[in-house]
């Protein structure tokens, strides 16, 4: 209910878009509707050292502020080149501009979700999920123990740059483990990701350099899990 409330308190400015029907990134709230027609960075919900000794200050600083940043410069500039292509006929600069706008966009999208699944380790962060969430991850894995094997293989075997990603399905409402390649490569439809882990390189790499399991490892110490729960109970709705 709070991130519900939250969602609709924040999207005032996007109310244009909205109420014309425009699919909205926002959809499960993580994701701060464009003002203006622009999209805009997220505020991280804590401090950069707030995830430390786990995540160092550092990367996150970097991440947030120069990386995430990108994914929104280039989802706004894309935007606005579609426009400009599809009124020009330019049917290869759509092409070139539709590709960029799904990497940005997906950039945009996961970013904005994983500050808010992550919080300060013994406050926000880590435990294990409880109440809806669990059945519904004991609904789809068995367990607990047995999902947070899987995810975290997921994690560790993608190849290259992407995110290992827990997904609503919408179909059947049950949850499964995704990977994506990028931001946005092996996405599947009719499902929505409600929890993630970004596995790039410039996620981990000043703390854990080649060691991706060991960041995932403890990544786990700062999921939010209220904040996983409340997407789901979002999408359920
Ligand atoms: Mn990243």
Same mark, same amino acid.
């Given at each position: 209910m709070t991130t519900r409330r939250t969602f609709l308190a924040t999207a005032a400015t996007g109310a244009a878009a909205l109420a014309t029907g425009a699919p909205s990134l926002a959809s499960i709230g993580s994701v701060p509707a464009p003002a203006a027609g622009k999209h805009e960075l997220p505020a991280l919900p804590?401090? #950069?050292?707030? +995830?430390?000794? #786990?995540?160092?200050a550092q990367t996150m600083q970097l991440h947030h502020g120069k990386h995430h940043m990108a994914y929104v410069n280039g989802l706004n500039k894309a935007e606005d080149e579609l426009a400009k292509a599809r009124s020009a006929d330019d049917y290869a600069m759509i092409q070139h501009w539709s590709k960029q706008a799904a990497f940005h966009g997906g950039g945009h999208w996961l970013h904005s979700m994983f500050w808010k699944v992550m919080g300060p380790a013994g406050k926000q962060g880590g435990g294990e999920p409880t109440g809806e969430l669990l059945a519904a991850i004991n609904d789809g894995f068995g367990s607990f123990a047995a999902f947070k094997k899987q995810f975290t293989a997921a994690a560790v075997a993608v190849e290259g740059s992407g995110w290992a990603l827990l997904h609503y399905r919408h179909e059947d409402a049950r949850l499964i483990v995704m990977q994506a390649e990028n931001? @946005?490569? +092996?996405s599947s439809w009719g499902t929505t990701p409600i929890l993630g882990v970004d596995?790039?390189? @410039?996620?981990?790499y000043l703390k854990y350099q080649n060691k991706r399991p060991d960041y995932v490892a403890a990544w786990w110490n700062v999921v939010n899990w209220q904040a996983v729960s409340d997407n789901l109970s979002t999408l359920r709705r």
């Open positions: 804590y401090a #950069f050292d707030a +995830l430390e000794p #786990f995540i160092d931001q @946005h490569k +092996l596995v790039w390189e @410039h996620a981990y």
